[in-house]
Nanobody, 121 residues
Framework: QVQLVESGGGLVQAGASLRLACVASGRAFRTYAMGWFRQAPGKEREVVGFLTHYSTAYYADSVKGRFTISRDNAKNTVYLQMNSLKPEDTAVYYC???????????????WGQGTQVTVSS
């Protein structure tokens, strides 16, 4: 079992930066691929990116060059650094853990509760 808790969301203006953190319980953290997803009102949950257990990253085209995912296995924590935020980045952001690096929500077994990010124009 893995429990995930996100933090770091908030209300910012366009162009600002935020860093989200996701702390995981359990000793197997380093073996999981960690994904970040987001869900805007009325839209399906979509992948932001993921980091494999050996720290190879994938990013959605919409965030490539602006967002960076990193992990600290010693702290059981994965981060999402978001720069140059845009109003269209407004969503609830979720971290998730999977044994398989994937862009698909169905491949992730464990999910956090989500943290709201709101970007004003």
């Amino acid at each position: 079992q893995v429990q995930l808790v996100e933090s770091g969301g908030g209300l910012v203006q366009a162009g600002a930066s935020l860093r989200l953190a996701c702390v995981a319980s359990g000793r197997a953290f380093r073996t999981y691929a960690m994904g970040w997803f987001r869900q805007a009102p009325g839209k399906e949950r979509e992948v932001v990116g993921f980091l494999t257990h050996y720290s190879t990253a994938y990013y959605a085209d919409s965030v490539k060059g602006r967002f960076t995912i990193s992990r600290d296995n010693a702290k059981n924590t994965v981060y999402l650094q978001m720069n140059s935020l845009k109003p269209e980045d407004t969503a609830v952001y979720y971290c998730a853990a999977s044994t398989l690096p994937s862009t698909r929500t169905g491949d992730y077994s464990y999910w956090g509760q989500g943290t709201q990010v709101t970007v004003s124009s």
